[in-house]
């Protein structure tokens, strides 16, 4: 079962910035955040991940709380193309990478 | 540099058919893994594979379902007597043996009808 929890959906306005939030309330401090998204038909594409620090790539802002618990997803400047479902997951550290995605937040960007 | 491959795109087989689905991982990629998305379901993992070793097969039904991913060539997902519930979704992702395990790369999916 996933050990995240979002909410199960959010919409933004295109152009204005989408804050996806997750709670990671069991993850431990070897533990990579993960932020995955799925295009309606597609496969999930990687977004960013992150440990302790705030991380930036060309796609999105990933701000991770002190404590870990949580996290937020940022995406600047939400377009039509962003519609999607998002995924947060905090690795499982064993020896199998399996991502486990749990039900995720349907953003909805309106023009 | 291109992506994760998957073919068939779409597959139509009916029941008590083989279906096989092949997925050709990224340059430079040893692991490979499978997923399934039935339908308005989540993604759940099968089966993680590296150069011809299976390393967790823990989300693979028990019976009719295999994988492999040999020397060369593509990697495998086998499922003999397709029933009406294995249709879905099926994803590959492949990543790097090194740095960023977590951080997969998916093909398009192959989705397979069983009628």
């Known amino acids: 079962d996933a050990k995240t929890t979002q909410p199960p959906s959010m919409d933004c306005a295109e152009g204005r910035a989408a804050n996806l939030p997750c709670n990671h309330s069991?993850?431990?401090?070897?533990?990579?955040v993960y932020w995955y998204r799925q295009i309606h038909s597609q496969g999930p594409q990687y977004i960013i991940h992150g440990l302790k620090n705030n991380e930036t790539n060309e796609m999105a802002s990933l701000i991770i709380t002190e404590d870990r618990k949580s996290s937020t997803l940022i995406l600047p400047h939400a377009t039509l193309r962003d519609t999607a479902v998002y995924y947060c997951?905090?690795?499982?550290?064993?020896?199998?990478?399996?991502?486990?995605f749990g039900s995720g937040t349907r953003l909805l960007v309106r023009p | 540099n291109a992506g994760v491959m998957q073919n068939p795109r779409h597959l139509v087989r009916r029941r008590g058919q083989e279906a096989r689905l092949r997925c050709s991982p990224m340059k430079g990629h040893s692991h490979v893994y499978w997923y399934r998305q039935l339908p308005e379901e989540g993604l759940k993992f099968m089966v993680y594979?590296?150069?011809?070793?299976?390393?967790?097969e823990s989300g693979m039904p028990k019976e009719r379902f295999s994988a492999e991913f040999p020397k060369e060539g593509p990697s495998i997902l086998r499922i003999q007597q397709v029933v009406r519930g294995d249709s879905a979704a099926y994803f590959c992702?492949?990543?790097?043996?090194?740095?960023?395990?977590?951080?997969?790369?998916f093909g398009p999916g192959t989705r397979l009808t069983v009628t």
């Open positions: 069991t993850i431990s401090g070897n533990e990579y």
């Open positions: 997951i905090d690795g499982p550290m064993d020896s199998s990478y399996k991502l486990i």
């Open positions: 992702a492949s990543s790097p043996s090194w740095d960023s395990p977590y951080e997969q790369y």
């Open positions: 594979l590296q150069k011809e070793n299976i390393i967790d």
